[in-house]
């Protein structure tokens, strides 16, 4: 009976461990895609976590023509002032439907077509980075760079987004685009 107990404490420790290690290359480091030139900047919908100020520094240095953010939110004055602000570039919104990855996937693969494009930059937060690359180009067969704003997250934040985007993936296999 004391082996048994052991060896399901052992378990209970060493899972969480192996998951965590096991994940650390998808959620923590995902591959990274080195810069180039596209036909348009894709900022994803999240938390305003700097992901629209990269999003318009890569435009702003000439990595893509236009900036297409991804506004989900009910109101937000942030995304007020991108989607009405004067640049030197185009920029644009969209409200995806459904309002998730899924969603912004859909109008990636709808403005490619309308809008012949064959690469687009897609800025997210690192946790989100492979999860979206597997959503995007489920809907979309065009060249996806994906660049994240860096992230300081505390653990309790990594152990949610390990988890939630762990869900992400299971639903994404049973979902199409």
């Given at each position: 009976m004391w082996r048994r107990r052991r060896y399901r404490y052992l378990a209970v420790a060493v899972v969480?461990?192996?998951?965590?290690?096991?994940?650390?290359?998808?959620?923590?480091?995902?591959?990274?895609?080195?810069?180039a030139r596209a036909d348009a900047i894709v900022v994803l919908g999240g938390a305003h976590d700097g992901?629209?100020?990269?999003?318009?520094?890569?435009?702003a240095a000439g990595w893509a023509p236009q900036v297409v953010f991804s506004n989900p939110y009910a109101y937000?004055?942030?995304?007020?002032?991108?989607?009405?602000?004067?640049?030197?570039f185009r920029v644009s919104c969209f409200r995806p439907d459904?309002?998730?990855?899924?969603?912004e996937g859909r109008e990636i693969a709808r403005r490619a077509e309308q809008e012949g494009w064959h690469r687009v930059i897609v800025v997210t937060f690192t946790p989100h980075v492979s999860r979206s690359r597997y959503i995007i180009?489920?809907?979309?067969?065009?060249?996806?760079?994906?660049?994240?704003?860096?992230?300081?997250?505390?653990?309790?934040?990594?152990?949610?987004?390990?988890?939630?985007?762990?869900?992400?993936?299971?639903?994404?296999?049973l979902e199409k685009c």
């Open positions: 969480p461990v192996a998951i965590t290690v096991a994940l650390w290359p998808v959620y923590v480091r995902p591959q990274a895609d080195p810069l992901r629209e100020e990269l999003g318009l520094q890569l435009a937000s004055s942030l995304m007020s002032r991108i989607c009405h602000g004067g640049y030197s459904p309002g998730t990855t899924r969603g180009g489920r809907c979309w067969d065009g060249d996806i760079t994906m660049a994240a704003v860096p992230s300081r997250l505390s653990p309790q934040v990594w152990a949610f987004n390990y988890i939630y985007q762990s869900f992400g993936y299971a639903r994404a296999v």
